[in-house]
Nanobody
Framework: QVQLQESGPGLVKPSQTLSLTCAVS??????????WVWIRQPPGKGMEWIGY???????SGPPLFKSRTSISRDTSTNQFTLQLSSVTPEDTAVYYC??????????????WGQGTLVTRI
């Protein structure tokens, strides 16, 4: 089964950009019908959709994060990244990468990384 693993610094200073990498194994990030998603959960709150990149390299996301979010990919290493600028304490959260699958008549977030806690200090 496809597996995802987040990595990156756990502490971010105000002068830094939050930067995370998601390594994907067991399947290519270029495979048809998939998008690769960044989601976070702040303490005591629900999940928040940050943005995604499709299998063809198209990025998108909600207006709340769009202006300070950059999502990219490296197909040679089969990984995708998140950069979140202008971080505040409200950006402290557990960050997840996940796979979205839309195939046939189904669509779902079907695979998740274990998550990594990022704290703005």
């Amino acid at each position: 089964q496809v597996q995802l693993q987040e990595s990156g610094p756990g502490l971010v200073k105000p002068s830094q950009t939050l930067s995370l990498t998601c390594a994907v194994s067991g399947g290519a990030i270029t495979a048809d019908y998939h998008s690769w998603v960044w989601i976070r959960q702040p303490p005591g709150k629900g999940m928040e959709w940050i943005g995604y990149i499709t299998y063809s390299g198209i990025t998108s996301g909600p207006p709340l994060f769009k202006s300070r979010t950059s999502i990219s990919r490296d197909t040679s290493t089969n990984q995708f990244t998140l950069q979140l600028s202008s971080v505040t304490p409200e950006d402290t959260a557990v960050y997840y990468c996940a796979r979205w699958t839309g195939w046939g008549n189904k669509e779902a977030l079907d695979t998740w990384g274990q998550g990594t806690l990022v704290t703005r200090i």
